[in-house]
């Protein structure tokens, strides 16, 4: 059993404080496999915002700012387990989630935000990079 916890804790060192999904398959030879998922967005949002609890009234009263590199850093980490296409569709749903916590996005409610990257204002910062 101390060998699992251990496993864990090693695959899990880098989101230190934050609530991560783990998933563990123990075999009866005592053999086990570790699958350590992404956390919540809301998790990931907060981290990077640097505060434990959203707004009570999301819609008026702001608890955080992020800036557009760090929705995009939370969009791509969280990609490959949203429903999204594309990292623009991505940071959509990421921007989503700072609407329900009370988090602008460089000053900006995020609602008016969500509308510029619908306008392709931030078309550029969203691309998905060509792969090499």
């Given at each position: 059993?101390?060998?699992?916890?251990?496993?864990?804790?090693?695959?899990?060192?880098?989101?230190?404080?934050?609530?991560?999904?783990?998933?563990?398959?123990?075999?009866?030879?005592?053999?086990?496999?570790?699958?350590?998922?992404?956390p919540p967005t809301?998790?990931?949002?907060?981290?990077?915002?640097?505060?434990?609890?959203?707004?009570?009234?999301?819609?008026?009263?702001?608890?955080?700012?992020?800036?557009?590199?760090?929705?995009?850093?939370?969009?791509?980490?969280?990609?490959?387990?949203?429903?999204?296409?594309?990292?623009?569709?991505?940071?959509?749903?990421?921007?989503?989630?700072?609407?329900?916590?009370?988090?602008?996005?460089?000053?900006?409610?995020?609602?008016?935000?969500?509308?510029?990257?619908?306008?392709?204002?931030?078309?550029?910062?969203?691309?998905?990079?060509?792969?090499?």
């Amino acid at each position: 059993m101390q060998a699992v916890v251990q496993e864990i804790n090693d695959q899990t060192a880098a989101f230190d404080g934050t609530e991560v999904p783990v998933t563990v398959e123990y075999e009866d030879d005592g053999s086990f496999e570790i699958e350590v998922g992404v956390p919540p967005t809301a998790e990931l949002v907060k981290d990077e915002a640097g505060f434990e609890t959203g707004s009570g009234e999301p819609q008026e009263e702001f608890v955080a700012d992020l800036s557009v590199d760090q929705i995009k850093q939370i969009a791509e980490q969280k990609h490959p387990d949203l429903l999204s296409y594309d990292l623009k569709a991505a940071a959509k749903e990421v921007v989503g989630t700072c609407t329900s916590l009370g988090v602008t996005i460089e000053g900006n409610d995020p609602r008016e935000f969500k509308e510029r990257i619908d306008d392709g204002e931030y078309d550029d910062v969203f691309a998905e990079e060509a792969a090499a």
